[in-house]
């Protein structure tokens, strides 16, 4: 079975600072990796997504991830945060027919 | 364009209590899927369906039924509600293969006393 682990349940940074949030996968056969963000009282939205045509992943609002194999690794990143940014992120796993998804890690954004 | 949307956004009921959810998309996907959000836990998929007339079951479907009787609408049923059943329910779809990207709707907070 695919799974995904995220490491950190809540990451605090200050606006402007680099943002990491940690996520490795099991999996048998090569992945579909997805990251999705949650803002407050809101359902998820899709932040990017890594089908194998290539190992860095551009988003949108800033964010990127890159796949590491040798890893099994799939960290998202955004260089400088934004006090909008705060917010419950998802990494996520699928198969052919369905998503697994991380514990979710919260960001909060220090002004 | 309404994208994915749910009924009702609140629901308190009673322990022992029915009730059912519906959600609703505008944009012919094939893929729905029912999650319920609990902290700490992400989400965890309760059924999906992969087209009109076809259900499944996924991680925690004890104590729920589904049912996908038009390709639009996918209802998720509460035959007798429990407190553990108290929790945040997204609906989402996506076009084809739980490898493209899901949509979510904005939920339903479902309580049980």
Same mark, same amino acid.
């Given at each position: 079975?695919?799974?995904?682990?995220?490491?950190?349940?809540?990451?605090?940074?200050?606006?402007?600072?680099?943002?990491?949030?940690?996520?490795?996968?099991?999996?048998?056969?090569?992945?579909?990796?997805?990251?999705?963000?949650?803002?407050?009282?809101?359902?998820?939205?899709?932040?990017?997504?890594?089908?194998?045509?290539?190992?860095?992943?551009?988003?949108?609002?800033?964010?990127?991830?890159?796949?590491?194999?040798?890893?099994?690794?799939?960290?998202?990143?955004?260089?400088?945060?934004?006090?909008?940014?705060?917010?419950?992120?998802?990494?996520?796993?699928?198969?052919?027919?369905?998503?697994?998804?991380?514990?979710?890690?919260?960001?909060?954004?220090?002004? | 364009?309404? =994208?994915?949307?749910? #009924?009702? /956004?609140?629901? @308190?009921?009673?322990?022992?209590?029915?009730?059912? +959810?519906?959600?609703?998309?505008?944009?012919?996907?094939?893929?729905?899927?029912?999650?319920?959000?609990?902290?700490?836990?992400?989400?965890?998929?309760?059924?999906?369906?992969? =087209?009109?007339?076809? #259900?499944? /079951?996924?991680? @925690?479907?004890?104590?729920?039924?589904?049912?996908? +009787?038009?390709?639009?609408?996918?209802?998720?049923?509460?035959?007798?509600?429990?407190?553990?059943?108290?929790?945040?329910?997204?609906?989402?779809?996506?076009?084809?293969?739980?490898?493209?990207?899901?949509?979510?709707?904005?939920?339903?907070?479902?309580?049980?006393?």
């Amino acid at each position: 079975a695919q799974s995904v682990t995220q490491l950190g349940s809540h990451v605090s940074v200050s606006e402007g600072a680099l943002v990491l949030l940690r996520c490795n996968y099991s999996s048998s056969v090569p992945p579909y990796l997805f990251w999705y963000v949650q803002y407050p009282n809101q359902g998820l939205q899709l932040l990017l997504k890594y089908t194998s045509a290539a190992t860095l992943v551009k988003g949108i609002n800033g964010f990127e991830a890159e796949f590491k194999k040798s890893e099994t690794s799939f960290h998202l990143t955004k260089p400088s945060a934004h006090m909008s940014d705060a917010a419950e992120y998802f990494c996520a796993v699928s198969d052919i027919y369905k998503l697994s998804f991380g514990a979710g890690t919260t960001v909060t954004v220090r002004a | 364009n309404a =994208g994915v949307t749910q #009924t009702p /956004k609140f629901r @308190v009921l009673k322990t022992g209590q029915s009730m059912t +959810l519906l959600c609703a998309q505008d944009m012919n996907h094939e893929y729905m899927y029912w999650y319920r959000q609990d902290p700490g836990m992400g989400l965890r998929l309760i059924h999906y369906s992969v =087209g009109e007339g076809t #259900t499944a /079951k996924g991680e @925690v479907p004890d104590g729920y039924n589904v049912s996908r +009787l038009k390709k639009q609408n996918f209802l998720l049923g509460l035959e007798s509600a429990a407190p553990s059943q108290t929790s945040v329910y997204f609906c989402a779809s996506s076009l084809a293969s739980g490898r493209m990207a899901q949509f979510f709707g904005p939920g339903t907070r479902l309580t049980v006393l």
